[in-house]
């Protein structure tokens, strides 16, 4: 069983900065990878941005330059860093991770989400 918790979304101007958070907890062997996909209203689910183990990372085209990714030293929490941001990227940020389980299991686990809202 793994939950993913995520926190750091809120309410900032246009041009501001957050700071997202993610913590994987329960029966986790590793996870590889985890990263941050976001929705809008009436817009697909997207991918925002993903790390792997080996520290590999990989963006959306619309957040390069304006969105960094990183993890701690246990792999079992990821962060983003939110730069510049624009009315864009208001959307409902769910924490995504592919774990094996330390029963060898492999599965994919969502977050509830945390909502970002970029005001203009």
């Known amino acids: 069983q793994v939950q993913l918790l995520e926190s750091g979304g809120g309410l900032v101007q246009v041009g501001g900065s957050l700071r997202l958070s993610c913590a994987a907890s329960g029966s986790i062997f590793q996870i590889d990878p985890m990263g941050w996909y976001r929705q809008a209203p009436g817009k697909q689910r997207e991918l925002v941005a993903k790390i792997t183990r080996m520290g590999i990372t990989d963006y959306a085209h619309s957040v390069k330059g304006r969105f960094t990714i990183s993890r701690d030293n246990a792999e079992n929490t990821i962060y983003l860093q939110m730069n510049s941001l624009k009315p864009d990227d208001t959307a409902l940020y769910y924490c995504?991770?592919?774990?094996?389980?330390?029963?060898?299991?492999?599965?994919?686990?969502w977050g509830q989400g945390t909502q970002v809202t970029v005001s203009s």
């Open positions: 995504n991770a592919r774990v094996v389980t330390r029963e060898m299991k492999e599965t994919t686990f």
